[in-house]
């Protein structure tokens, strides 16, 4: 077995764990491979290896992958911070985005999104740790940004994202979750996803309702931002 497919039969029986320990359906998590800063190479090997779902967060980088890699079935989804002028390629190029933090960059991708494509399946980024600098919106305009994005046409809001402040105290790691979890169990608004948990805290968030894991170095090895993918 290669080192990735070997990687990724190491997160699904962490994902399997997790969820059987917390009462949950492994199936009912999925696994978004993280593969900003990889080569195409490695996308064909995990794809190979079962994986189909990958999440990107430079959108050029993710463009010169995806026209390498037209030859496979798989569904890309945008998890960066998203600067309103990059909409348009993001609601040409991608079946999902993680990380809409404010109305302006849903109504663009909205108004963007090609008639010939399904909604753009969306969730909102929130700020669960309150950091100053980090992306996503404040949990207390979660409402009423959920609200006016579930009007708009071309977009699904399928649920929420955080990436909280990085901590190894498992007990901190699933307060954070939770907030998501309780934010999104408050909208009145029929939502399916949870977006939560990358390599070090995958368990927490399973624990908490993550229905998506975001994983990178766990599959891919460490990134190395200095070489172009
Ligand atoms: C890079 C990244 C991940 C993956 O993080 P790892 O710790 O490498 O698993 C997940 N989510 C987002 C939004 C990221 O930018």
Known sequence: MS????NIAKVAARIREA??????TPSAVGLLAVSKTQPAAAIRE???AGVGDFGENYLQEALDKQAQLGDLALTWHFIGPIQSNKTKPIAEHFDWVHSV???????RLSAQRPAHLP????????????????SGCAPEDVTALAESVAALPNLRLRGLMCIPAPTDDPQEQRAAFARLRHLKDSLDLPLDTLSMGMSQDL???IAEGATWVRIGTALFGARDYGRPA
């Open 119 to 134: 909604p753009l399946n969306l969730c909102l980024q929130v700020n669960v740790s309150g950091e100053a600098s980090k």
């Open 203 to 205: 368990e927490a968030a």
């Open 3 to 6: 080192t990735i497919a070997n």
């Open 19 to 24: 969820a059987q320990a917390a009462g949950r």
């Open 46 to 48: 995990a794809f190979a």
């Open 101 to 107: 933090d404010r109305l302006k960059i849903a109504q």
